[in-house]
């Protein structure tokens, strides 16, 4: 079918078709049985025609493209009973055409159709024609009609059709399975960086903890060389002081270690929170010791979480000696570290040993 074309909705045909009714509709005694019913027919097909015109159009294509211009100009020639019987004729192969092709069953549409089957022989030749024409030949036309179209077209490729559209398919399960294994890989890769940054967090605070623990290591240290360097001057002064005022000696006769008890008490007291210091310079130390060996398990604890879990699915003591070697801590013998007054008593003790 070409491009379509419009008859019924035309402006100029809706008031040429009103003209029609208005005629036919005038009542005409001298009119028969027939040719008043025929009349009657006429207008009701008529008026159907011009309310629902755009979709006469659309359904009485065929019609229109082999009468349409014929039975346009035909609206002028309604005098005799032979033009009314063939433009009864007309509207008979439109309103077959329209039935045929429409979903629905009008009533009027029916009663137009029948009435011009059973009275067919009460028209003029040329009506008659047309309606043994249309009574014949509109059904063949109208499944031409389908069977030329682009739909029906499709219909007769459906087998290549339906090869393309099993290749596209199959191409498209391909594509898919290939998109989901990048997903997958893409998937886990991000749940390893999800890991290593989580550890990487954890060994982040370890490394501020060791940081710390150092910079308290060095304040140690150097409390330990400043104890150590104010418990070896005051023995040096003392000594230095007896050499070169040896007449100091002198004012204790026999007494020479009364001189010493000031300086030998403090140097005891010095040694004692040296001993202190020292030990919690070992403390720390160790405690680095144990940092390190954590910062060490970040490092690698998530492959061998990966790597244990499947190794212990076979053997559940595979790697038993190797986790009590691996995460047993790092233990500095470092003996207990003493409180700030403990051995005070000792010292007392000392002290007064001294002076008996």
């Known amino acids: 079918m070409s491009e379509k074309k419009y008859l019924f909705s035309n402006e100029d045909n809706i008031l040429k078709i009103n003209k029609v009714i208005s005629v036919l509709s005038v009542p005409n005694a001298s009119l028969s049985s027939f040719e008043a019913q025929r009349n009657i027919n006429l207008c009701s097909i008529l008026e159907l025609i011009t309310s629902i015109g755009y979709e006469w159009d659309l359904l009485c294509q065929i019609n229109i493209d082999l ?36 979903l629905e069953t009008l009533i009027d549409v029916q009663s137009f159709i029948d009435y011009g089957l059973v009275e067919a022989d009460s028209f003029g030749n040329s009506a008659k ?23 029906m077209n499709l219909l007769k490729d459906f087998d290549e059709i339906a090869a393309k559209a099993e290749r596209l398919k199959k191409g498209w399960d391909t594509e898919i399975v290939d998109k989901e294994t990048k997903v997958e890989n893409l998937k886990s890769a991000l749940d390893e960086y ?108 998530q492959s061998y979480g990966d790597y244990s879990q499947g190794i212990k699915a076979k053997d559940a003591n595979a790697l038993e000696k190797f986790e009590n070697i691996i995460f047993s801590g790092i233990v500095a013998d470092d003996g207990k570290i003493p409180s700030t007054f403990d051995g005070m008593d000792q010292l007392v003790n000392v002290i007064k040993s001294i002076k008996n």
């Open 129 to 151: 024609r047309s309606i043994d024409y249309a009574s014949r030949a509109t059904s063949i036309f109208i499944a031409k009609d389908l069977f030329n179209n682009k739909s």
């Open 67 to 102: 009468i349409g211009r014929l039975f346009a100009n035909y609206f002028t020639k309604i005098q005799s009973k032979e033009e009314i019987d063939d433009l009864y004729g007309y509207c008979f192969r439109f309103a077959l055409e329209y039935h045929l092709s429409c």
């Open 194 to 301: 999800k890991n290593a940054f989580n550890f990487v967090g954890l060994f982040k605070g370890f490394d501020d903890l060791s940081v710390v623990k150092v910079s308290e290591k060095k304040r140690i240290f150097w409390c330990l060389i400043a104890i150590g360097v104010a418990i070896i001057v005051p023995l040096i002064g003392q000594f230095v002081s007896f050499y070169l005022f040896p007449d100091l000696l002198g004012l204790y006769k026999n007494n020479y270690y009364i001189p010493l008890i000031p300086v030998l008490s403090f140097v005891i007291i010095l040694l004692y929170f040296f001993k202190i210091i020292l030990m919690n310079y070992k403390s720390v130390q160790s405690q680095l010791l144990q940092i390190e060996l954590r910062k060490t398990l970040c490092q690698f604890i």
